[in-house]
């Protein structure tokens, strides 16, 4: 069965320093990673994901994530953060069975502080 | 268009009650999602509809139903709930046949006293 592991519960940082979210995944088949970001009292938004091809992805507000199948990680990364990022981050593995079923790891909670 | 819509944003009911959430998407999706989140935890799925049928149902509680009248809606109907089904329901909607996103709503929060 698939699974994520996501391996902080909590990511302090300050603004303007770098960040790492980490996220391992398990998987016997074809694999599909997400990353989505809910902010407070709201739904998930899609960050990034990797389907295929290319083994790193960018957002548009300057995340990137790398897919490594040999350390089977898909870790976020952002080179300077806002405060504006702080909210969770989940990483997520799709199974296609038709329809997907999206199994999320328990979260990474980001917070930026001044 | 990559909105998905939910009403009501808040509901709150008694153990007797029957209320549904209600879920749109005009992106063309033919699977639709519920997911039930609580605090400070990840979602995690209910139902899927693919095609208007159901095709996955996570062992949920039968107080939960769900209906997929047509390709656009999604209706959750609730009866006889219990405090613990108190939190955040998502619904999502995405492709079928290829893996590709998963488009959220922002929820409807549900208290039941």
């Known amino acids: 069965a698939q699974s994520v592991t996501q391996l902080d519960s909590q990511v302090p940082v300050f603004e303007e320093a770098p960040v790492e979210l980490r996220c391992n995944y398990s998987?016997?088949?074809?694999?599909?990673l997400f990353w989505y970001v809910q902010y407070p009292n709201q739904g998930l938004q899609l960050l990034l994901k990797?389907?295929?091809?290319?083994?790193l992805v960018k957002s548009i507000n300057g995340f990137e994530a790398e897919f490594n199948k040999s350390q089977t990680s898909f870790h976020l990364r952002k080179p300077s953060v806002h405060i504006s990022d702080t909210a969770e981050y989940f990483c997520?593995?799709?199974?296609?069975?038709?329809?997907?079923?999206?199994?999320f790891g328990q979260g990474t909670r980001l917070t930026i502080n001044p | 268009d990559t909105e998905v819509t939910q009403t009501p944003k808040h509901l709150v009911m008694g153990m007797t009650n029957k209320k549904s959430l209600k879920c749109e998407q005009h992106?063309?999706?033919?699977?639709m999602y519920w997911y039930k989140q609580k605090a400070k935890k990840p979602p995690e799925l209910m139902f899927v509809?693919?095609?208007?049928?159901?095709?996955i149902n996570e062992s949920v509680p039968s107080r939960f139903s769900p209906e997929c009248p047509n390709s656009s809606l999604l209706n959750l109907h609730l009866h006889a709930l219990q405090p613990e089904d108190s939190a955040l329901y998502l619904c999502?909607?995405?492709?079928?046949?290829?893996?590709?996103?998963?488009?959220f709503g922002p929820g409807t929060r549900l208290t039941v006293l």
């Open positions: 999502a909607s995405s492709q079928v046949l290829v893996v590709d996103t998963q488009y």
């Open positions: 998987s016997s088949v074809s694999v599909y």
């Open positions: 990797y389907l295929s091809g290319s083994t």
């Open positions: 997520a593995v799709s199974v296609s069975q038709g329809a997907q079923k999206l199994v």
């Open positions: 992106m063309g999706h033919r699977a």
């Open positions: 509809y693919s095609y208007e049928k159901l095709s």
